[in-house]
């Protein structure tokens, strides 16, 4: 019990000091982010004058407000952002950073989600069988694989639309739909759904062919390390069969390590592949990321970092929980 009350205070700490952080960022720059919004506000909106609530969401999120301590925006803050209040994007006015961010989330969890599930699925698999059968051929995929991990995700991911996409045109270059078939945007139907997944299969592929290697070099040093221990050294002599061995001895055992570092990778699939998705041109939160830089968008940056930071604490905090109940001796040590 010790070990959860330390696990959930600790998070609770990080959370107040990553959302603070991102309430003080803002007013530590030079010159005013509040002031140079709103004159980007005004001209997109042709120089009409904004509304009074406009005004204060922007200054309450990006800057100081006149006659308020900044103890008084710090409480201010807080309470817009409990009610889901993240200001309003410049570069895409009048459109809120809330909707933003909500319309982009789905597309970048859905597809970075699945490919790192199914490269990690993968690289332990492939990793617990190369570490059983250490020493022939299949060694041979760990430098393969090695090399692909090593190569830029940029470079892979132009590769893959020149071969695939232009030349053989066996898939879409860019977008997450297509744009033709559904003028109107997104909608609920077998077409759109299909469309998507189409879509997504370039992008999906070269996140799952960069970081596969990383998880079968892992799974096998953990499996070779594993086959000493003297409980499968005792399986065997007990005469039990080669396969459950692999798989209820070494195998088990050797994922636990791996866990952690799915943990973390799991925290950053909001993230996104930033180049990944500004190569395809995908909808995602990492497009949004380097959207908001290029166009100065205050609000929209703070949006996504902070709804980054959100994700990979809670990710990390489930995975510390999940590992604690796997393995005892955290727990313990914890």
């Known amino acids: 019990m010790n070990f959860y009350v330390r696990r959930v205070s600790f998070y609770l700490v990080t959370l107040w000091a990553a959302i603070s952080l991102n309430f003080l960022l803002p007013r530590l720059l030079p010159g005013d982010p509040a002031a140079i919004m709103l004159g980007k506000l005004r001209r997109a909106n042709g120089g009409r004058p904004l509304s009074e609530e406009t005004i204060r969401t922007i200054t309450s999120i990006l800057g100081a407000e006149k006659g308020t301590s900044l103890w008084d925006q710090y409480l201010a803050y807080w309470g817009r952002l409990l009610h889901g209040d993240l200001g309003v994007s410049s570069t895409r006015y009048p459109a809120s950073v809330a909707e933003l961010i909500g319309a982009a989330l789905p597309w970048t969890v859905i597809l970075v989600g699945v490919a790192t599930i199914l490269s990690f699925v993968l690289g332990i698999a492939a990793g617990a069988w190369v570490g059983w059968r250490r020493g022939t051929w299949v060694d041979h995929l760990v430098p393969a694989t090695t090399f692909l991990q090593s190569v830029p995700y940029f470079w892979l991911a132009l590769v893959l639309v020149a071969v695939l996409a232009v030349q053989l045109g066996l898939l879409p270059i860019f977008g997450g ?70 798989s209820r001895y070494a195998g088990r055992n050797a994922a636990i390590p791996s866990l952690a570092g799915f943990g973390i990778a799991l925290g950053f699939v909001v993230a996104g592949s930033i180049v990944t998705e500004q190569v395809f041109s995908y909808p995602g939160i990492g497009k949004l990321m380097i959207q908001a830089v290029q166009g ?39």
């Open 177 to 246: 739909y297509d744009v033709f078939e559904f003028p109107a945007g997104p909608e609920w139907s077998w077409a759109f759904v299909g469309s998507a997944v189409v879509h997504a299969i370039l992008p999906a592929a070269t996140i799952v062919i960069s970081s596969v290697g990383g998880w079968l070099l892992g799974m096998r040093n953990m499996m070779v390390q594993t086959m000493s221990e003297d409980y499968v050294v005792t399986a065997e002599a007990k005469g039990l069969t080669p396969r459950r061995i692999r």
């Open 296 to 334: 100065l968008d205050y609000a929209l940056m703070q949006g996504v970092f902070l709804v980054i930071t959100l994700t990979v604490l809670a990710a990390n905090f489930l995975m510390e929980l999940v590992y604690g109940f796997i393995d005892p001796r955290v727990r313990h040590r914890g």
